[in-house]
C-alpha cells in the first residue's frame, strides 16, 4: 500500500515540468511590470488633464477680460506673450491623447489583442508624451526669461494680492499657473519612468517568447 503510494506521488511530482515553471514566473514578472506601466500611465494621465485643465482657465480668463489699449484702466498690459502658456496647453494635451491611448490598448482586451499594435504603443505612446511633455518645458522656460515681455504667469503673480469681486482673479491665476507649471516639471520624470518601464517590459515580452515550453507532440498525456 505505502509502494503505491509513493509510485504515486513520483508520479505527480514528475508531472510538473521545470520550463513550465520557468515560463509561469517570467509571465507573472511581465503583468508585475505592465502592471506598475499601467498605474504610472494613469499617473502621467491626471497630471496631464490637471495641467491642461488649469492652464486652459487661465488662458480662457484673459481672452475673457482682456480689453484693446484705447480702454483706460486696462487689465494686462499691451507687451504680454501668452506663448508660455500655450506651450503647457499643447504639451498637455499631447500627455493626455498619448496616455488615452495605451491605456484603452492596455486595458482594453479586443485591442490587446492586436499584439503588433499593442507592442508598439506600450513603447511609443510614453515617448510621444515625454517628447512633448519636454518640448513644452523647454519652450516654456525659453520665453519665460524674457525681461521686457510679461507673461500670464509673471502678471497675475505680481498682482495676486488684488482682492477682485469679478473675473479675472489673479491670484486664483497665479495659482492656477503654478500648478500648471510645477505638475508639467513633475511629469518629465514620470514620463522618463514610464518609458523606461516600457522598455524593460518591451524586452521581457521578447525573453517570453523564447522562454515558451515547447511540447513535443508525441509526449505522452499522464491520465488523471
Known sequence: MSSENKGLGLTT???VDPQDLHYQKHLKKVRLVDAARVGLTLLALLCGFTVLGTS????AAYNSTHLSGD???PLWPDQFDLRPTIALVVGSCIVVLANVVSLLFSKVQVLRNQKIVHT????????VSFTGVMISMIFFYAINASTTDDTLQSWSCQWGFANMSARPHFGTLCNESRTALYLSVILVPVELVVLTV???Q???ERKSIGARPFRKSG???PSS
Do not use: I, N, R
Request: zero cysteines; proline letters at 7%; hydrophobic letters at 50%.
Open 71 to 73: 480702454f483706460h484702466l
Open 198 to 200: 516600457a522598455g524593460y
Open 202 to 204: 518591451s524586452m521581457l
Open 120 to 127: 508598439s504603443l506600450t513603447f511609443v505612446a510614453p515617448f
Open 13 to 15: 511530482y514528475s508531472e
Open 56 to 59: 486652459a482657465d487661465t488662458l
Open 219 to 221: 509526449s505522452p498525456v
